[in-house]
């Protein structure tokens, strides 16, 4: 080694020790930056391949919201509401606008009416309140006429009906036109609000929706009902027409709202007569009564 080297190496090792002695060496250490660890792009979680056969079926429900969308279409649900002023329908309209099926007569038999509810009383189901007997309903225009016929109307799928207005008492169609209650075609100017409401028996079979008991349906299963026939299919049929027109029903809530929106009397058949044919069809007929208790609390 040269003497320049040998002078070079101590010198390096003297300034070693003296950096030892400063700590410097471990300071160095505790301030190095740390080597960042290589993570690989996040891959993203992915459904697990087996699924459930169950959450592909669904279990079958009864709704009949499919069957009043052409209702909706036709007078339109919307919430929103003009400004609101106090109702106080002071002009009604001429007689010949104001509808009721109510001022025909009922044939009740042994079905007793509430003094000043005006609502039918079955002992048995106080929870069902139609206001409206089958005679009122098929005397006042039903269903084009065709209700009763077993091929009226559009066909169903499963060939005609089995329904005969026999069955039931003569009084409800004394004095009427077959044209009336057993047309063969539907014809619009039968019905009370000279309007179509409702959907064909082809639509209601389609859907699975119709008791076998009763082919023709809703008003099928009420007038045996009303006749004192008492099944396993009431409360299903109970439940439909709460939900139409029970206390806090769709398209009776609907059409009073829209009655005090237009400061009509109960009965003006200028509003929403889809809807009050409708209604009919279900033996419910708004009541002045029921307006007014309704526009008190909006």
Not at 21 to 38: C, D, I, S
Request: overall charge positive; some cysteine.
């Amino acid at each position: 080694m040269s003497e320049y080297e040998d002078a070079r190496a101590k010198t390096i090792a003297r300034n070693a020790e003296r950096m030892r002695a400063l700590g410097v060496n471990a300071l160095a250490k505790e301030l190095a930056p740390t080597k960042k660890r290589k993570v690989s792009a996040e891959v993203p979680l992915s459904a697990p391949r087996r699924t459930s056969g169950r959450a592909r079926t669904k279990p079958t429900t009864y709704s009949d919201d499919a069957a009043f969308a052409a209702i909706e279409s036709e007078v339109g649900t919307s919430s929103a509401r003009a400004v609101r002023k106090a109702y106080d329908p002071s002009v009604p309209p001429n007689d010949a606008l104001r509808k009721s099926a109510l001022t025909a007569r009922d044939w009740r038999g042994n079905v007793k009416r509430h003094p000043t509810k005006g609502h039918l009383i079955f002992s048995d189901r106080p929870d069902f309140k139609p206001n409206l007997t089958p005679a009122q309903v098929i005397r006042a225009g039903s269903w084009g006429g065709c209700y009763f016929h077993p091929r009226g109307g559009k066909p169903g799928i499963r060939g005609p009906c089995d329904i005969d207005p026999k069955e039931f008492p003569r009084e409800w169609f004394e004095g009427l036109d077959k044209t009336m209650y057993a047309s063969r075609r539907y014809n619009v100017p039968t019905n009370m609000y000279g309007v179509k409401a409702g959907q064909t028996q082809e639509f209601w079979e389609e859907k699975g929706w119709i008791d076998a008991r009763d082919p023709r349906g809703w008003f099928h299963w009420y007038c045996r009902f009303f006749q004192g026939r008492r099944i396993d299919d009431d409360d299903r049929q109970i439940s439909r027409w709460k939900g139409v027109c029970g206390e806090k029903g769709r398209w009776k809530t609907n059409l009073i709202n829209k009655i005090i929106d237009a400061n009509a009397t109960h009965d003006d058949s200028r509003v929403s007569p889809v809807v009050r044919q409708t209604l009919l069809h279900w033996a419910c007929e708004i009541r002045e009564e029921e307006v007014l208790a309704l526009a008190k609390r909006r």
